[in-house]
C-alpha cells in the first residue's frame, strides 16, 4: 500500500470519527492515542486484503466507527484491566501461570456451577481457565458447542450473558484468566447469516462459500483434505435448497467466507462483544482454515495470518489486553507461524503434546528431544500452551522429514501410533478409540483419556507413573501447563458416550467424561491413584510456581546419551534447571561424562534432595528428575 492512500484512508477514517456524536472525553483520548499508535498496521492489513475492491476504505471506516463504539460500551473496571496490563505486558509468560479447561455443562452444571469450584480452582492453583463454547448452539448436533448460534447469546442450559459476567469478574477477583472460544470459521447453519443465507438473501449467502452447483465445490475438493470424513466427504454438503456449502468440519457448521469484508467487520463486532464482557484469551479456533482459494489445499494461507493479525490490530484498539492462543493442529512448520506477538501471543503445542505420547509408546524419547531442541524456540512476548490431553484426539502431527533423519518412516509410525494407541498392538498398555479412521487416506486420529491412554483401568503403578511422567514435561519445557480438568485425579474413558443424544458418531466424547465427583472426593488419599496422581502435579505445580527459571519458554537441549531418557535444560539468572525424565519401563542411566559440565552437588527441587553428579545419575522406571545446576 502506498503512503498517500494511507493518509488518504487516516484522513477519512479520522473525519468519520470527528462526525461521531458526543464530545471527546478522556477515554476517547485514550483511544486516539491507540489509534495513532496501531491505525496504519490496521490499515495496511485491511488494504492487503481487501484493496482491490472498491468498497474497501468504507468497510475499513465502519470497522474503526464500530471499534469506538466497543471502547466507549467497554466497562470500566475492564479498562484498568488494560491499563495494569500494559504495565505488565509478560504477565502469561509467568512460572506461575496454570491452566485448566472443561466443558462448562459436564464440569459443573452450569456457569454458576463453575463459579462454585472457584475456591478448588485456588486449591488447584489456577490462574487460566478455559470454558469449551458455551454459546447458543443447535441441539443435540452443536460439536460440542463448535457449531455457534449466537455469539451474543449464552447457551440458556448453561446460564446467560450477565452470568458469564458474573463469572468472568470472580475469576479476575481470584487471579485466574478466562479463556474462551472464538469460533470465526464457521457459524452453525441456525446462525441468523445462515438462516438468511439458506433463504437465498444475496447478501447472507456471500457470507459463505455457497454454490449453485458442483462445479466449484468438486474445484476446491481437488485440493483440501478431509477432516470429518466420518460426516461427509470432501468439503462441501448440501443446503436445504440444492445449492453447495463450504463445511470443512460437520455439515452443520458452515464456513465463513472472509474474503468479503462484510464477515470481517461483522466477525470483529462479535469479537469486541466478547472482549466487553471480560474475557481475557480468545482460543482461535480452527486458524488454518479461515482464508481459502482455489488450487490450494485451503490451509495456512498467507492470507489467513493477515486476517489474525487485523483482528488483533482491532483488538489493540477497544479491547487491548485480550490476548489470541491459536489452535492450529497441522505441520510444525505451520505452527510456528501464527505465534508472533502481532497474531496469536500464545499457541497450543500439539507437536509437543504428540510426541510425549509417541516416547510413552515406544520408550524412546528421541523424536521429542529433536522437536525441543529445533521446534520448541517461539518469539519474544508469545508462548507455548502446553498439554498432555485436551477435548480433541490425538493427530500425530510430527514433520515426515524430522522423522526421517532418525530413521523413521512417519507414515509407518503413525499406523503403529494408532494400534498401538487403540490397543492391537502387543504388549499396549493403552486403552483408546480410533477417531476419524479413514481407510481411504489410512489417515486415523486417537481419543481417551489421559489416565486410560496411559493404561489406569487396572489402577495399576506403572500407569500412575505415566500420567506423572506425561505432566513432568509440559510442567517443565516452558510455557503455560494445561490441564484438561478431571485428569489430575485421573480421569477415566466414558463408553457411554454413544448413549447421549448427537454424540454417538462422534468418539471425541469418549473422554469427556462428567466431573469425576468419586474421584475428586479421594484426591487427598495417597494411597489410591488419584491421590497419588493429584499429590504428583500438585507438587509439581507448587515447585514450578517457586522456580524462576521456569518461567517463560527459553530451553537449552541436554543430550543424554540415553535414547530413553529425555533431557533438556531451563536456564534461569544464577541456576539452571536440568530436567531428565526416563520414559522406559527399566530403570536407566546417565554417565558421569555426560553430567560432567556441571557442578557435581545438586538439589531435586521436586523432592528437595540433595545428589551428587559426579557419579552419574540413575532414574527408576517412568521416573524423572528436576535438579536445580550449576556450571561445573
Ligand atoms: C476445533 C475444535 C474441535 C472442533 C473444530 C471445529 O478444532 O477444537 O473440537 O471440532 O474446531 O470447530
Ligand atoms: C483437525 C483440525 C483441528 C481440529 C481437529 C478436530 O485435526 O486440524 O483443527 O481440532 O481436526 O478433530
Known amino acids: 500500500m502506498d503512503e498517500q492512500v494511507g493518509q488518504q484512508a487516516r484522513q477519512q477514517v479520522l473525519a468519520a470519527l470527528a462526525a461521531q456524536p458526543g464530545g471527546v472525553d478522556d477515554d476517547d483520548a485514550a483511544f486516539r492515542r491507540r489509534f495513532d499508535q496501531h491505525f496504519p498496521d490496521l490499515c495496511r492489513l485491511f488494504h492487503s486484503l481487501y484493496g482491490p475492491q472498491s468498497d474497501w476504505l468504507d468497510h475499513l471506516t465502519a470497522l474503526v466507527l464500530e471499534a469506538v463504539r466497543s471502547w466507549q460500551e467497554r466497562p470500566a473496571d475492564l479498562k484498568a484491566v488494560d491499563d495494569a496490563k500494559e504495565q505488565d505486558s509478560g504477565w502469561f509468560l509467568s512460572n506461575s501461570m496454570l491452566g485448566g479447561v472443561c466443558y462448562v455443562d459436564r ?30 448452539a443447535p441441539e443435540p448436533h452443536s460439536d460440542g458447542g463448535y457449531a455457534v448460534s449466537s455469539y451474543r447469546e449464552v447457551n440458556p442450559a448453561l446460564g446467560s450473558m450477565e452470568q458469564l459476567r458474573t463469572l468472568a469478574a470472580d475469576l479476575r477477583a481470584n487471579g485466574i484468566s478466562l479463556v474462551v472460544d ?71 457448521q458452515w464456513d465463513l467466507n472472509y474474503s468479503n469484508p462484510a464477515v470481517f467487520r461483522a466477525m470483529a463486532g462479535e469479537m469486541l462483544f466478547l472482549a466487553n464482557q471480560g474475557i481475557d484469551i480468545l482460543r482461535m479456533d480452527a486458524v488454518a482454515f479461515i482464508w481459502k482459494q482455489l488450487g490450494t489445499t485451503s490451509e495456512n494461507l498467507p492470507e489467513a495470518h493477515i486476517l489474525l493479525q487485523a483482528f488483533n490490530a482491532v483488538c489493540r484498539l477497544a479491547a487491548p489486553s485480550l490476548l489470541f492462543k491459536s489452535e492450529a493442529i497441522v505441520h510444525p512448520d505451520e505452527v510456528a507461524r501464527y505465534i508472533n506477538p502481532a497474531e496469536c501471543q500464545l499457541s497450543y503445542n500439539p507437536l509437543q503434546m504428540a510426541l510425549i505420547w509417541e516416547s510413552l509408546a515406544t520408550r524412546n524419547a528421541s523424536l521429542l528431544a529433536q522437536a525441543l531442541e529445533r521446534r520448541h524456540t517461539v518469539p519474544d512476548g ?32 503413525r499406523r503403529f501410533l494408532n494400534s498401538f494407541y487403540v490397543n ?45 511422567l506425561a505432566h513432568s514435561i509440559t510442567f517443565s519445557t516452558g510455557g503455560i501447563p494445561l490441564l484438561y480438568l478431571g485428569d489430575e485425579v485421573g480421569q477415566l474413558n466414558d463408553y457411554q458416550y454413544a ?28 494411597s489410591t491413584p488419584e491421590g497419588t496422581v493429584y499429590a504428583g502435579l500438585r507438587r509439581m505445580i507448587a515447585v514450578r510456581a517457586a522456580s524462576p527459571e521456569l518461567a517463560g519458554t527459553r530451553l537449552i537441549d541436554f543430550s543424554t546419551g540415553n535414547r530413553s531418557v529425555l533431557g533438556y535444560q531451563r536456564p534461569g539468572k544464577h541456576s539452571t534447571i536440568l530436567v531428565l525424565a526416563n520414559f522406559s519401563d527399566e530403570p536407566q542411566s546417565v554417565s558421569p561424562t555426560t ?10 527441587i521436586l523432592t528437595e534432595t540433595a545428589l551428587r553428579l559426579d557419579g552419574g545419575v540413575t532414574l527408576t522406571p517412568r521416573g524423572y528428575l528436576w535438579l536445580r545446576v550449576r556450571a561445573g
Request: include cysteine; glycine fraction near 8%.
Open 382 to 413: 508469545t508462548t507455548w500452551v502446553n498439554y498432555v490431553r485436551s477435548h480433541d484426539d490425538i493427530g500425530w502431527t510430527f514433520a515426515d522429514e524430522d522423522a526421517a533423519e532418525l530413521g523413521i518412516n512417519g507414515f509407518d509410525h
Open 499 to 526: 448413549l447421549e443424544d448427537g454424540h454417538a458418531a462422534d468418539s471425541r466424547w469418549v473422554h469427556r467424561p462428567r466431573y469425576p465427583a468419586a474421584r475428586y472426593a479421594r484426591r487427598h488419599d495417597r
Open 107 to 136: 464440569y459443573a452444571e452450569n456457569l454458576d456451577g463453575v463459579r462454585a469450584q472457584i475456591p478448588y480452582f485456588k486449591e488447584l492453583g489456577l490462574t487460566y481457565l478455559h470454558l469449551m463454547p458455551l454459546f447458543l
Open 424 to 468: 492391537r498392538f502387543p504388549g499396549s498398555f493403552a486403552c483408546g478409540v480410533p477417531f476419524q479412521d479413514n481407510p481411504r487416506t489410512g489417515d486415523c486420529r486417537i481419543s481417551g483419556t489421559t489416565a486410560s491412554l496411559c493404561g489406569l483401568q487396572g489402577g495399576e503403578a506403572a500407569a500412575v507413573d505415566r500420567i506423572l
Open 182 to 252: 472464538f469460533i470465526f470459521n464457521h457459524t452453525s447453519n441456525e446462525h441468523e447469516w445462515a438462516r438468511k443465507a439458506a433463504a437465498g438473501d444475496p447478501a447472507y449467502s456471500d457470507y459463505y462459500w455457497i454454490f449453485p452447483d458442483r462445479t466449484m465445490p468438486d474445484a476446491f475438493e481437488q485440493h483440501v483434505r478431509e477432516i470429518f470424513p466420518d460426516d461427509h466427504p470432501g468439503s462441501f454438503v448440501p443446503t436445504p435448497d440444492g445449492r453447495w456449502v463450504w463445511a470443512t468440519f460437520h455439515s452443520f
Open 595 to 604: 553430567l560432567s559440565g556441571f557442578a557435581p552437588d545438586v538439589v531435586e
